[in-house]
């Protein structure tokens, strides 16, 4: 599969959905559906002046595998509220005094045009390896492709082959559509706009918010889900009040605004305090697939972690896995990089067998939605060799093993 190929899809009629692509070939699990340099991109800069400018020079198709021009995705500015109306207008007015390409000039309809096109489309570019963001990208065919909550493909950024000849190949701005699982031939393409960890009345308000339209996947019309993300503690076989749950839930939203402006603040002992209280509040009253308990777990052990405190990270980390596992598809990528951050958790608590496990867990699914060259797969490649390593290690003699980890990390110390 090379870029510009979109021989494995098709534009269609989506019905209330509008246009969508769909699948002209079965597609295998983990296999690039198609991958899209960006028509255009910035870092965070005046993107709309990027989209003119490259309109102007190549048209609004910018390659034959283009399957519709830039000017004819969706904008949604009638669908627009009030407020934003005024914003989008004010901008316009000003982008129109910066605007200054040859002497062509625009109406004011066609630049809102154009924002609501960005608003709508535009893609958040990270760096390789996912750690970042740095920028804003539109890529017209994968503006084609419709949501589900429950999706069949994922989008990632791969800077792709570096050693290739045509720089389309390893465009720093490049996506790749990969299918999650087994796609039949006819069946439409579907991926996510939004983070599953959601409500599904949550998940619909910000979709209508921000991209304008109902969703009626199945995972929202049956509510999938909900009852795990707002679900009581089981504790043999005892659990609390609905009174006692809303109460707990209540201190916990308040809770997490706290740690969230600790953790702005870089405040990282006061973060670690806030979380373990509230923990402790939500034990044997909320689940831990309770998206309330699943953030502060989440944060707890980033921040355990960041201290070096890996024992005590490598139990909340695992809890935040198990319950990711519950409720994410098995093949999700947010799911994979959880296992992965869990796994070198329990790698550096010197919990060599479990953090092996997870690491080859994350592998078997970053492989999936990343890809065999991309960079974070290759990472984790590594990872997996050494904790093979050190496990069979580890086999043959604990005493050895620990020894030797100990030395290791004495000598890492002493250096940092």
Same mark, same amino acid.
């Given at each position: 599969m090379t870029v510009g190929n979109m021989e494995s899809v098709e534009l269609f009629d989506a019905g209330e959905k509008g246009?969508?692509?769909?699948? =002209?070939?079965e597609?295998?699990?983990? $296999?690039?559906?198609?991958?899209? /340099? %960006?028509f255009s991109a910035v870092v965070f800069d005046s993107l709309a002046a990027r989209v003119l400018w490259r309109i102007h020079k190549d048209t609004s198709v910018a390659s034959?595998?283009?399957? #519709?021009? #830039?000017?004819?995705l969706e904008d949604h500015v009638a669908d627009l509220p009030q407020e934003d109306l005024k914003r989008l207008q004010t901008d316009v007015h000003s982008f129109q005094e910066y605007w200054s390409y040859g002497r062509k000039r625009h109406s004011d309809d066609y630049i809102s045009h154009i924002f609501g096109i960005i608003k709508c489309n535009g893609f958040t570019?990270?760096?390789q390896?996912?750690?970042?963001?740095?920028?804003?990208?539109?890529? /017209?065919?994968?503006?084609?492709? @419709? *949501?589900?909550?429950?999706?069949?493909? =994922?989008?990632?950024?791969?800077?792709? @082959?570096?050693?290739?000849?045509t720089s389309a190949l390893h465009s720093q701005r490049r996506i790749e559509l990969r299918s999650l699982g087994?796609?039949?031939?006819?069946?439409?393409?579907?991926?996510?706009?939004? +983070?599953?960890?959601?409500?599904?009345?949550?998940?619909?308000?910000?979709?209508?918010?921000?991209?304008h339209f109902e969703c009626t996947c199945s995972h929202c019309r049956q509510h999938i889900s909900d +009852?795990?993300?707002?679900?009581?503690?089981?504790?043999?076989? %005892?659990?609390? %009040?609905?009174?006692?749950?809303?109460?707990?839930?209540?201190?916990?939203? $308040?809770?997490? $605004?706290?740690?969230?402006?600790?953790?702005?603040?870089?405040?990282? *002992?006061?973060?670690?305090?806030?979380?373990?209280?509230?923990?402790?509040?939500?034990? @044997? #009253?909320?689940? +831990?697939?309770?998206?309330?308990?699943?953030? #502060?777990?989440?944060?707890? %052990?980033e921040v355990l972690s960041y201290m070096q405190l890996f024992s005590e990270a490598a139990d909340y980390a695992r809890r935040m896995v198990?319950?990711?596992?519950?409720?994410? *598809?098995?093949?999700?990528?947010?799911l994979g990089m959880a296992t992965m951050r869990a796994g070198v958790t329990h790698w550096h608590a010197g919990q060599i067998e479990v953090g092996h496990g997870l690491i080859c867990k994350a592998y078997g699914i970053l492989m999936v939605t990343h890809g065999p060259n991309h960079a974070i797969t290759k990472d984790l490649e590594s990872m997996r060799m050494q904790t093979e390593e050190e496990l069979k290690m580890f086999k043959q003699d604990e005493k050895v093993y620990h020894k030797m980890r100990d030395t290791a990390l004495k000598k890492q110390q002493q250096l940092g």
């Open positions: 246009r969508g692509l769909r699948a =002209t070939k597609l295998s699990t983990g $296999e690039v559906v198609f991958a899209e /340099p %960006s034959d595998s283009q399957l #519709v021009s #830039v000017d004819q570019l990270s760096d390896r996912g750690l970042q963001a740095v920028g804003v990208g539109l890529f /017209p065919n994968l503006c084609l492709i @419709n *949501h589900d909550c429950w999706p069949n493909c =994922t989008v990632i950024l791969n800077h792709g @082959n570096q050693a290739a000849v087994r796609i039949s031939e006819g069946e439409e393409l579907t991926v996510s706009y939004v +983070d599953f960890l959601n409500l599904s009345a949550d998940r619909q308000k910000k979709l209508k918010e921000t991209f +009852d795990l993300m707002t679900a009581a503690a089981d504790s043999e076989g %005892s659990k609390p %009040s609905a009174e006692k749950v809303k109460e707990v839930t209540a201190f916990s939203k $308040e809770c997490l $605004e706290k740690i969230e402006m600790s953790r702005i603040e870089g405040q990282y *002992h006061e973060v670690l305090k806030l979380c373990l209280e509230c923990l402790e509040k939500q034990e @044997n #009253v909320l689940a +831990d697939t309770h998206l309330s308990k699943l953030r #502060v777990l989440s944060v707890c %052990s198990e319950a990711y596992t519950k409720l994410y *598809h098995s093949n999700n990528a947010q």
